[in-house]
């Protein structure tokens, strides 16, 4: 399987960003995704994940913030962010079974 992942940009503290990861192949309804993140000096770091049936998962510090979802007609995952903090700046990687990396799209929060 191979991922795309869009949808990252400019955003200010507050507002909201979706993004968007495209995976090619029908293995892609039986794989767990994830989203993940890197902020410049820091490491990779889980944000949420979702099973391949559906129940998602987040990292305490998104909780209530960010949605995971799929939908396995487009055989895309998506990250819903909202009240994104300056904090939340990173580049923003999509993951299948926790082994196939996406190439990544950079979320700046910023005024």
């Known amino acids: 399987v191979q991922l795309q992942a869009s949808g990252g940009g400019l955003v200010q503290p507050g507002g909201s960003l979706r993004l968007s990861c495209a995976a090619s192949g029908s293995a892609f309804v039986t794989y767990d995704m994830a989203w993940y993140r890197q902020a410049p000096g820091k490491q990779r770091e889980l944000v949420a994940k979702i099973t391949s049936r559906g129940v998602p998962n987040y990292a305490d510090f998104v909780q209530g913030r960010f949605t995971i979802s799929r939908d396995f007609a487009k055989n895309t995952v998506y990250l819903q962010m909202s009240s994104l903090k300056p904090e939340d700046t990173a580049v923003y990687y999509c993951?299948?079974?926790?082994?196939?990396w996406g190439q990544g799209t950079l979320v700046t929060v910023s005024s």
């Open positions: 993951n299948a079974a926790f082994i196939i």
